[in-house]
T-cell receptor, first 113, second 111 residues
Framework: NAGVTQTPKFRVLKTGQSMTLLCAQDMNHEYMYWYRQDPGMGLRLIHYSVGEGTTAKGEVPDGYNVSRLKKQNFLLGLESAAPSQTSVYFC????????????FGQGTRLTVV | DAKTTQPNSMESNEEEPVHLPCNHSTISGTDYIHWYRQLPSQGPEYVIHGLTSNVNNRMASLAIAEDRKSSTLILHRATLRDAAVYYCTLTSGGGADGLTFGKGTHLIIQP
């Protein structure tokens, strides 16, 4: 099992460019999440999904869009990148329920110049 | 949202036990207490979770106060590989709205 795989691992964007981050999980998890982590900070939730075709906003959703067309994939889009979106992005997935363990990807380091 | 409070950093010696505290005074009855750790340049990884009773697994133990307003993660014999940022988080019964991470505790292990 690969677990949670994020693509790409590194990316440099120019201000105003767009890109999509891909998260794929092979554990048949219902729930998927996108977080961002800034230096010296904990993770902050951007968007999440409780099932195929459904998404919801987290703590810091502005400037991002998401889609969950297939159960195993969760895409995070930046339509017009800004330097404030320079961060490390983590995807996670889990089964439903408060006791469920979340599995995280290795992260995507994004720099917007 | 239920929030947690942890010390910014702690230091311990290798092969000694480590007790990492967490306060969660606004915890609700259906909130689970989860601990994750993040090694340098990696994503967080699950350590342990509990609801009311103390819990043990191969990585650590979790001691939960009787009033559930605080908990302690116990590493019984720290190694250099345990040096990481440890996050105490709460999840509601449904778990749908994800984990809320604070800044965590940066655990430093001295050889």
């Amino acid at each position: 099992n690969a677990g949670v795989t994020q693509t790409p691992k590194f990316r440099v964007l120019k201000t105003g460019q767009s890109m999509t981050l891909l998260c794929a999980q092979d554990m048949n998890h219902e729930y998927m999440y996108w977080y961002r982590q800034d230096p010296g900070m904990g993770l902050r939730l951007i968007h999440y999904s409780v099932g195929e075709g459904t998404t919801a906003k987290g703590e810091v959703p502005d400037g991002y869009n998401v889609s969950r067309l297939k159960k195993q994939n969760f895409l995070l889009g930046l339509e017009s990148a800004a330097p404030s979106q320079t961060s490390v992005y983590f995807c996670a997935s889990s089964y439903p329920g408060g006791r469920a363990e979340a599995f995280f990807g290795q992260g995507t380091r994004l720099t917007v110049v | 949202d239920a929030k947690t409070t942890q010390p910014n950093s702690m230091e311990s010696n290798e092969e000694e036990p480590v007790h990492l505290p967490c306060n969660h005074s606004t915890i609700s009855g259906t909130d689970y207490i989860h601990w994750y750790r993040q090694l340098p340049s990696q994503g967080p990884e699950y350590v342990i979770h509990g609801l009311t009773s103390n819990v043990n697994n191969r990585m650590a133990s979790l001691a939960i106060a009787e009033d559930r307003k605080s908990s302690t993660l116990i590493l019984h014999r720290a190694t250099l590989r345990d040096a990481a940022v440890y996050y105490c988080t709460l999840t509601s019964g449904g778990g749908a709205d994800g984990l809320t991470f604070g800044k965590g505790t940066h655990l430093i292990i001295q050889p």
